[in-house]
């Protein structure tokens, strides 16, 4: 969960960092703003940061940073938190750092959504077919003991009713089986962006 809320957040913080730096914020005002945003884990972890250096129980904000990178699990919020410690730390110019990083990291999402689209390839069709036709063709199944006369039936040997309603009722439930397994396999590979 942590993964994907990182994933979903990483490019708008990125982008709101950039912001506010290029406006004059100096970097620690910054992540404060992002602490107070709504960019969840990331509002999070920052504010964590902040309130531990503000009441006085850190070592320090390259210290607390460091912390934070053995939590990312995604690779986009490592290289912000090393663009942020670098800068602390050596001075280099992080608004074209964040500029490069916010642009690959729209370069990836771009990307991902692309082999999103791709991945679902015949998904909905497939499953819109199954959800329309299967019910037609098992009514049909179902309804024909009843439109056949008896000599018809017994000539195409039928079996009998209660056989034909049980696979009636054996085939929607199948149905509505693999239309959530369909739905299944396309939720699951949802990028999350």
């Known amino acids: 969960m942590r993964k994907l809320d990182e994933a979903r957040e990483l490019l708008y ?42 009441k006085g129980k850190s070592r320090g904000l390259p210290a607390e940073i460091q912390g934070l990178k053995k939590r990312a699990e995604t690779d ?10 670098t800068n602390i730390t050596q001075n280099t110019d992080i608004l074209e750092t964040l500029k490069k990083l916010g642009n690959r990291l729209e370069e990836e999402r771009t990307t991902s959504m692309k082999d999103y689209q791709e991945a679902l390839g015949s998904l909905p069709e497939t499953l819109l077919s199954l959800g329309m036709i299967s019910p037609i063709i098992l009514s049909v199944l179902g309804v024909l003991p009843q439109i056949l006369d008896q000599d018809l039936s017994a000539f195409l040997s039928l079996p ?33 962006l």
């Open 13 to 54: 913080v990125i982008r709101s960092l950039d912001v506010l730096m290029s406006s004059g914020v100096g970097l620690e005002e910054a992540l404060f703003t992002i602490g107070r945003g709504g960019y969840g884990v990331i509002s999070e972890d920052f504010a964590e940061v902040m309130e531990k250096l503000n």
């Open 76 to 85: 986009g919020y490592t290289r912000l938190l090393n663009t942020v410690y």
């Open 160 to 192: 009998d009713t209660a056989i034909i309603n049980a696979i009636v009722n054996g085939g929607l439930v199948f149905t509505l089986i693999a239309m959530a397994g369909i739905g299944y396999k396309a939720h699951s590979k949802d990028p999350g």
